[in-house]
């Protein structure tokens, strides 16, 4: 304390002498209440295969609004109405792959884009979202996956993330390789880390130099798969250049147990969740993508419906299977929101408040690849919750990421098909 005290400092009366709180303007500023930083922003995409239940999934079209009702597929997540909107109306209009729940969900690409090719994507919402938030965190985004591809209705890919140059993004594809990916700690010496790190710079260096001088006398074909492969090696000095940041840096340690091995189903969706709000919690990422199961969830549930027969169900024991996954799928949701209002900020509001949600798969249900069933909240992205909107039909899918990422104040001058943000879902 620089400053000297006077008597002024003090509250006297004829019994006591009370001293002032320890005032920053007075020189207690070794004192003072630190100021609080603002908490980041984060985004969370969860989508699954096989669509929803038509009939009982989506709430009634005439009642938009404000002033809607829950669905009964909807149901568990009544704690939450005002903090949830569904969205009806959009699809991807290049879609055309009746079980491909999620390849084209976040990128809306056309797969014949490119001449003579039969598949092309692009970049997905999430990796737009990441190259923004996730600058400053040891994983710049975490793709967790489900062993249980096939059985889940989800189409080609790694994951739910496709890169810049619309490659698949390898996902977690279980709790416990998740755990480890984000908690636990290199055994490696960090000399023998940093010793591996700068050789594979050198052979980076060696594999381009040997590359440049193939350039001379290719044809355009020839160049162009070039510069493709010389793309995907800058990716990998990319991520080479963020392990080098985070090398000596220990791993937070994890608020939440280890899982258990082997599991699948509803309890790995559960633990999942779990992993998601303790990586946001801990700052590990920004961005987060769950491609998750469907086959598995059934089997967890004890239902006998195969699961690609469950997609084309009709009045019986395959409707039934497939409302009973819509209702588990809503009630697994519903705890992850409840997590997340849970988990506190340094500036007293919740995880919840700064994190934006999307939620939905790019079929509505059998082969029907219209109003693609999309739930969104959190309260990060400056978008309108607690409503039901209804948008014309057809309306670009791309344009509710478009909108979710400015809301993120992320500056995308489009993303996949868009042709603008829903003004109706600006908060």
């Excluded at 990586?279 to 990422?285: P, Y």
């Amino acid at each position: 304390m620089n400053t000297e005290l006077t008597r002024r400092h003090f509250l006297r009366s004829t019994t006591s002498l009370i001293a002032l709180p320890a005032l920053e303007s007075i020189g207690f500023k070794a004192f003072a209440a630190p100021k609080v930083a603002t908490p980041p922003k984060r985004v969370v995409f969860l989508g699954f295969g096989w669509g929803v239940t038509n009939e009982t999934w989506f709430p009634d079209a005439k009642k938009s609004g404000a002033a809607w009702e829950l669905s009964e597929g909807l149901k568990p997540l009544a704690r939450h109405q005002k903090d949830i909107t569904i969205v009806q109306g959009c699809s991807n209009k290049f879609a055309n792959e009746a079980h491909w729940g999620s390849t084209f969900w976040l990128t809306g690409a056309n797969r014949y884009a490119e001449p003579g090719q039969s598949f092309h994507n692009s970049i997905s919402a999430d990796q737009v979202a990441a190259a923004h938030l996730g600058k400053d965190t040891r994983f710049g985004s975490i793709q967790l996956n489900t062993p249980d591809v096939a059985n889940s209705g989800h189409g080609p890919g790694l994951s739910m993330a496709w890169d810049l140059r619309g490659k698949p993004m390898a996902g977690l594809e279980n709790p416990v390789a998740a755990f480890h990916r984000l908690f636990s700690n290199e055994t490696t010496p960090l000399s023998e880390r940093q010793a591996m790190l700068a050789q594979k710079r050198s052979v980076l260096d060696a594999v381009l130099t040997d590359a440049s001088d193939l350039q001379r006398g290719l044809t355009k074909t020839d160049t162009d798969k070039l510069d493709e492969y010389f793309q995907s090696i800058r990716d990998i000095e990319v991520r080479l250049g963020k392990d080098e940041q985070w090398l000596s840096v220990p791993k937070t340690k994890p608020p939440i147990s280890k899982p258990k091995e082997g599991l699948a189903g509803k309890e790995e969706i559960k633990v999942m969740y779990d992993l998601i709000v303790a990586a946001l919690q801990t700052d590990s990422t920004r961005v987060l993508t769950y491609r998750q199961p469907v086959g598995t969830l059934l089997q967890s549930l004890d239902l006998k419906v195969a699961p690609h027969d469950m997609s084309h169900y009709s009045t019986g024991p395959r409707m039934e299977a497939s409302q009973k996954r819509d209702a588990t799928q809503s009630e697994l949701f519903a705890g992850l929101i409840d997590k997340l209002k849970a988990t506190k900020e340094a500036d007293g509001r919740s995880l919840f408040d700064n994190t934006c949600l999307a939620y939905g798969s790019n079929i509505r249900s059998i082969h029907f690849l219209d109003n693609c069933p999309t739930l969104l909240t959190g309260g990060a992205a400056s978008i309108k919750l607690g409503h039901h909107l209804v948008l014309p039909k057809d309306t670009p899918l791309c344009n509710v990421w478009l909108t979710m990422l400015h809301g993120l104040s992320i500056p995308a001058e489009r993303h996949g098909d868009s042709t603008g943000v829903v003004k109706e879902l600006v908060a």
